[in-house]
């Protein structure tokens, strides 16, 4: 995929390839992030630090991390005010989509990007494989500052939101309630439409890469599912991962008005 190719999304800005991060990964004011759960220490894109999602999350209180949390784990990778973050996972995944909703929440909004294909893009590409990790980088000036624009709460739902749309980004069978998983009850949120998040991905290629949807593509399918551009869109999931990930395929669509619902279903369906 070239650069050409992720341009034709609106927002094509926040989608990068492998050839975008091999030329620019040097550059002073980029920090790589890698987002996979796992094996990072047999191999990762060199000078790539690993962060670990989980971090990003207060299950307890089914909310975001804090701020002053996040800035102490985000220094500790180099990032600044000034800096530009390009986030990977293995591909296909929703770890990377989950890290840059929380970055574009606190406030880093358009300074975040992800890697198309993921690591797996950059092993097919035949990309150089690092095995050491970052040096510990200079800290520089850090500040967060949540957008309560982009997050909506149970009572904000509740209460009702105008010229909106709910959109459940889970499986068919736990959107209908067959799958209910450990939750005290199955279902969705009233009047949701249901399109699940890897529906915006396409077939893996013939190396095994999965790839984003191409922009065409993307816009047809979610306007036949009814989430229309000028309407508030609630992604929502079980943790809000795969609700992140319905958030930055709206973001790449150049959708403006998304906020996700956090707490999503590990809240609605246990309280």
Known sequence: MTDTQTSNYPNGHLLVDTAWVDNHRHDANIVLLDARAKGYDEGHIPGAGWLDVKALKNSELYAIAAADALETLLASHGVTNDTTIVIYDEGGGVLAARAFYVLEYYGLKDRVKLLNGGYAAWIAAGKEIGLDRPLPPVKGNLTLVANNQLIVSRTDIQAGLANSVILDARS?????????????????????????????????????????????????EFAEAGI????TIVPYCQTNQRGAHSYFILRLLGYEDIRPYEGSWDEWGNT
Do not use: C, P
């Open 228 to 231: 229309e551009a000028d309407k």
């Open 172 to 220: 068919a069978q736990e959107y209908t309630g067959e799958d209910q998983r450990s939750n005290r009850i199955g279902g969705h949120i009233e009047g949701a439409v249901h399109k699940e998040w890897k529906d915006a991905l396409s077939a893996a290629d013939e190396h095994g890469v999965i790839f984003f949807k191409d922009h065409s593509v993307l816009k047809r």
